[in-house]
């Protein structure tokens, strides 16, 4: 029982490293030397006030930062509440759309209907521009686009969104 000892030894790999740094220390040099920048490369073209112009006359005193955990304000006469099919074959799809006003709500049957209604709730609105839509937690993404998009074409330009119906968010500390 003999066992085969290699009596070579594994040829070893020996790789020239001198070679290759000086190879890349002359590549540097070469592109450092070489490098011109073009000339609107350290140019701004900046208005600076002149001389002649004082600083405000009075310092005024910033407003107070608002606060980070409160959610922002965004007073809206009209708010559309969309609640969402929840079936398995529909399921997503848009079941009920309410408009809600300070003088009432409306239920809607589609879009085109929606766009109507909104229509005469912009005449009346005291902010005509904003409008909440509060879609339910369910309802496809899509379909609450073709709302906001809706609310858009009928003259609200600021568009803003409220958390669903029953989505309760609970700070723990």
Not at 59 to 80: F, G, M, N, R
Request: charged share 25%.
């Amino acid at each position: 029982m003999s066992k085969h000892k290699n009596s070579e030894p594994s040829p070893e790999v020996i790789l020239p490293i001198t070679p290759m740094l000086d190879m890349a220390f002359q590549l540097l040099t070469f592109f450092i030397f070489t490098y011109n920048p073009s000339g609107l490369e350290g140019q701004f073209d900046l208005s600076l006030p002149s001389e002649n112009e004082a600083a405000a006359k009075e310092t005024k005193q910033p407003p107070p930062p608002p606060d980070p955990d409160a959610p922002p304000k965004i007073e809206a006469d009209v708010t559309i509440v969309v609640e969402a099919v929840t079936d398995d074959i529909n399921r997503g799809e848009i079941a009920k759309i309410h408009i809600k006003q300070n003088s009432g709500s409306i239920i809607v049957g589609d879009l085109k209907e929606l766009f109507e209604n909104l229509k005469l709730a912009n005449e009346t609105a005291t902010e005509k521009e904003v409008i909440k839509i509060q879609p339910a937690s369910k309802l496809k993404w899509s379909n609450v686009i073709m709302v906001a998009d809706t609310c858009r074409k009928a003259g609200f330009k600021n568009v803003s969104f409220v958390e669903p119906p029953g989505f309760n968010i609970s700070v723990v500390n």
